[in-house]
């Protein structure tokens, strides 16, 4: 191939935008013409200079423009506002910690109490049924389970093992 | 009522025992009705059978009932197959003295409890002089019960003529073929009763096997109360003065007291009697109430007092607060005799 390639088509190769095809013949060339790859390199190295400067600007302010904004936050006077929060904050703390603590002691205990102990209601009626078996003519022990049936199906283990 | 210590069981057991024997033997048609019902009592440690009974229990509103296969070999196995309701349709319960075991082949698990009650003999012949005391047997015409001959006794009480419980019991076994109990009013309260029964020995022993089966997993249940005749030591062991009625229905004495730790409250138990029907009295000084759980209590008044009340089949049970005691009553009384007991407990 006699013709050279052009700078817009070193970008674009280095873009990745040309077609597979043009792509494949344009590295081809570079490995033979030793124009275009200077020319190719030329343009990659432009690249890479602007992308790191660019990479620079962002973590870096000017100099002085870093050295008026330490200047102004010296030389800045705390408002009146300022001065008697930081005036108050021993005064203040003395009785948010009481409050605190009497939250913590006081108020959540009262509102927050142990629920009061229960005693099942069935183990008062099992209790009796199954005591009640003592006496000459009483139903047979199993035969006064049946009739909570459906409750100890649905939960074997006995409250009374409590 | 004073009641024999633990050392005399044997004796009155064995009184009882040779009572109902001699019974036995004059239980022959023509026989008194007393002599009936001690035969009747001593029946099942002496006849070994296989049937099937329905139990029926009414509350105010509604009935629960099961049908349940029952092998029994003499003196103290038994095991009841449960065919209905659906919910328990195939558990079964082997029971052998004081203890019983739960199979439950759908949640492949078997629940053990233990209820010395059960073989309390002092208890027992307790019992058994109260029923003399406090009821008349009345003896009925003969029917016919699960294509058995069956006489019928009726228990009038004696102090108030209601009719309290009604008997059909073999005329050659004597075995307790079917029972109906009955509220104050006269309607019916509970029934047991044989739709079909056969007597034989030849019931296999591995039909009582108490073996957790393969794949099975064992559950601890309840082991229940046994109050005994000793009330002072009871009471001692509750820790704390307990209050008891000043009223009871005409007939019923105290049988017994013992005390529970249920959550780490001592419950202290009297257990009442009039030999056919049992009250409990069951009090703590925690003020721990009644949890109803999945019971719907309904309020009532006394006293001042504000009542929680729940009705379970033909059993009540009222629970409330007396200064720093809780209470609950439970007994298989009408509401209003329930409430006239606990106004009657006041400090």
């Known amino acids: 191939m006699t013709n050279h390639y052009t700078n817009d088509d070193f970008i674009d190769y280095l873009h990745g935008e040309l077609a597979p095809a043009a792509d494949a013949r344009l590295h081809e060339h570079l490995l033979a013409c030793e124009a275009c790859r200077g020319a190719y390199e030329s343009e990659a190295r432009l690249g890479d200079w602007l992308r790191r400067a660019a990479r620079d600007d962002e973590r870096d302010l000017p100099p002085m423009v870093k050295a008026r904004v330490w200047e102004a936050v010296r030389t800045q006077r705390p408002s009146l506002a300022d001065r008697l929060r930081a005036a108050l904050r021993p005064a203040l703390a003395l009785p948010l910690g009481v409050s605190v603590t009497a939250l913590v002691f006081v108020v959540y205990p009262a509102v927050h109490q142990e629920a009061p102990p229960t005693v099942a209601a069935s183990y008062y009626l099992d209790e009796h049924a199954a005591e009640g078996q003592a006496t000459p003519l009483a139903d047979h022990p199993i035969t006064a389970t049946v009739v909570t049936a459906s409750e100890t199906a649905s939960d074997a283990a006995p409250d009374g093992g409590e | ?347």
């Open chain 2, 1 to 347: 009522m004073p009641r024999p210590t633990a050392a005399s069981k044997l004796g009155l057991a064995s009184v009882l025992g040779t009572l109902a024997f001699a019974c036995v033997a004059s239980a022959a048609p023509g026989a008194s009705p007393e002599a009936l019902v001690l035969a009747a009592i001593d029946a099942p440690h002496r006849v070994s059978y296989e049937g099937q009974e329905q139990v029926t229990r009414w509350g105010p509103t509604a009935a629960d009932s099961a049908i349940v296969r029952v092998e029994h070999k003499a003196p103290d196995r038994f095991r009841r197959t449960y065919l209905a309701p659906e919910a328990i349709y195939g558990d079964y319960v082997v029971t052998r003295g004081p203890r019983s075991d739960k199979f439950e082949p759908k949640n492949a698990r078997v629940i053990v409890t233990s209820n010395p009650a059960i073989e309390n003999a002092t208890a027992l012949a307790d019992n058994t002089t109260l029923v003399r005391q406090n009821y008349t047997p009345v003896l009925g015409p003969q029917e016919t019960v699960a294509g058995r001959a069956a006489a019928t006794i009726t228990f009038v009480n004696r102090f108030t003529g209601e009719r309290v419980m009604r008997l059909w019991i073999d005329a050659q076994t004597h075995l307790i073929l079917a029972k109906e109990t009955y509220h104050g009013d006269g309607s019916l309260e509970s029934r047991v009763r044989f739709d079909q029964i056969s007597y034989t020995r030849d019931i296999p022993d591995s039909l009582f096997a108490l073996d957790v089966p393969a794949g099975y997993h064992s559950v601890q249940g309840r082991t229940y109360g046994d109050p005994s005749g000793h009330i002072g030591t009871a009471i001692s062991a509750a820790g704390f003065a307990p209050i008891g009625p000043k009223y009871l229905p005409d007939g019923f004495s105290i049988i017994g007291a013992d005390t529970s730790d249920v959550k780490s409250i001592k419950s202290l138990h009297l257990l009442y009697s009039d030999g056919l029907r049992n009250l409990s009295l069951f009090e703590n000084n925690r003020a721990a109430a009644a949890d109803f759980g999945s019971l719907r209590p309904a309020n009532a008044s006394f006293a001042g007092h504000t009542a929680q009340y729940v009705k379970q089949g033909p059993t009540t049970l009222l629970a409330w607060h007396e200064h720093d005691l809780a209470f609950a009553l439970v007994g298989d009384l009408d509401l209003k005799e329930l409430i006239a007991i606990a106004k009657s407990i006041v400090p």
